[in-house]
């Protein structure tokens, strides 16, 4: 019975282990509660370099941690939201963003979407009009065969 009950405790230890994650605690000290909630706004809009779909109050990696600091630091030091994701970009690219800005370089990430949208519509609306072109062209009868169903029709009729 004690083996019993160790192995449920370890099968749901298991199992619940996935669901809880850990988040990085930082100690940072703000000069203002406006400062630190902005920082975190900035740092939950930055994408983390190392980790591909975490944002940087997410993330647990070392290049995370130290650009939470890096955005703590310069809020702090009254560098405009702006400056800081300048200086985020130039560094690591329009990669670090969650939403980049449409200019040359992302028409085809904001567009493409839509192209492809487009697309499917068009390849949609040429084959339903295929299908309906081969449906109308199939129930038409060429002149022959209306005289043959001419024929059957009058030969049911007289034969009853």
Not at 6 to 19: E, P, V, Y
Not at 36 to 60: I, K
Not at 83 to 109: A, H, Q
Not at 112 to 135: A, M, T, Y
């Amino acid at each position: 019975m004690k083996i019993i009950t160790h192995f449920l405790l370890g099968c749901a230890s298991l199992l619940f282990a996935g669901s809880v994650m850990a988040t990085p605690v930082d100690t940072y000290e703000f000069k203002s509660v406006e400062n630190q909630e902005r920082a975190l706004a900035l740092s939950d809009q930055l994408r983390c370099p190392q980790c591909q779909n975490q944002n940087l109050v997410d993330s647990n990696s070392p290049v995370a941690k130290d650009l939470r600091l890096e955005v703590y630091k310069m809020v702090d030091g009254g560098k405009s939201d702006d400056e800081i994701i300048n200086f985020m970009t130039s560094r690591y690219g329009n990669f670090v963003l969650y939403k980049p800005k449409l200019d040359s370089e992302t028409y085809i990430l904001w567009l493409g979407p839509f192209g492809l949208l487009i697309l499917g519509l068009f390849i949609g609306f040429i084959f339903v009009r295929k299908q309906r072109i081969q449906e109308s062209e199939s129930t038409t009868l060429s002149t022959e065969q209306q005289a043959e169903l001419d024929a059957l029709l009058n030969n049911d009729k007289t034969t009853k």
